[in-house]
């Protein structure tokens, strides 16, 4: 299943708990059966006083300019049990799916000037980019947008303000497979996916509890 010279990373902040370890050791062993690097980062990797979920955009950093591609997963994603299917194989740059499609909206209607609902938004769980539009994209970024969205749509806003910024197109290869590449692991067709997130609520609407309990519960199923 290997294919190019790839790796995927995880970010965590803070102390280290038990699902955050599983996920890592989970996607760790993707990456070996793609054939992938795969490297945990830590703490403010990206820059100092910014919010944790904008730590990944260490991601476009210029120390992984080698990685053809590179793929950033949140340290509670974990790929199905068997899973075939080779993520730099597939077309699309992150998720965008219903919940999406609202961020962006409202996101332009509170940042005029740095957002765009015409323009590409991809959901923080999962990024997958090649070494010409991390590029693009980096060469993008202004403190302004920074201090704009840490703290308030966060990694996701930054990405969407690059975009725009970019003049970037959506296309065919803008988006993954729906939320094939992460399905909260609530949904009921949480078994139609190829990676599942784990996530606080039990079912859609309904009470919540641990994210370890929901992990166990789909590792009871065999789903993970």
């Known amino acids: 299943m290997s294919s190019g010279n790839n790796i995927i990373l995880q970010h965590w902040s803070g102390p280290s708990d038990k699902l955050t370890r599983l996920s890592v050791e989970n996607i760790k062993a993707y990456a070996d059966k793609v ?4 490297r945990l980062m830590t703490g403010e990797c990206f820059q100092k006083g910014l919010t944790a979920p904008c ?14 591609t590179v793929v950033m997963m949140d340290t509670d994603m974990f790929t199905r049990t068997n899973l075939t299917k080779n993520i730099f194989e597939e077309k699309g740059m992150g998720r965008h799916y219903n919940i999406q499609e609202t961020l962006v909206v409202n996101l332009a209607k509170k940042f005029p000037l740095l957002g765009n609902a015409r323009f590409p938004y991809w959901g923080g769980s999962i990024y997958k980019f090649d070494r010409e539009h991390r590029i693009l994209l980096r060469e993008q970024i202004t403190q302004y947008m920074l201090t704009s969205f840490t703290g308030n749509y966060e990694d996701e806003g930054i990405m ?8 970037l197109p959506i296309n065919e290869h803008t988006y993954l497979e729906k939320d094939k590449w992460n399905k909260s692991s609530f ?17 859609q609407g309904g009470p919540k509890r641990p994210k370890i309990e929901n992990y166990q519960a ?4 065999g789903l993970i």
Do not use: T
């Open 35 to 38: 054939g992938a690097d795969h």
């Open 55 to 68: 730590q990944k955009l260490i991601m476009l950093d210029k120390q992984f300019d080698l990685y053809d």
């Open 160 to 167: 969407h303000a690059c975009a725009v910024s970019a003049n």
């Open 187 to 203: 949904e009921k067709n949480v078994a139609d996916s190829y990676i599942v997130h784990i996530r606080p609520k039990i079912i």
């Open 218 to 221: 789909l590792v009871e199923r």
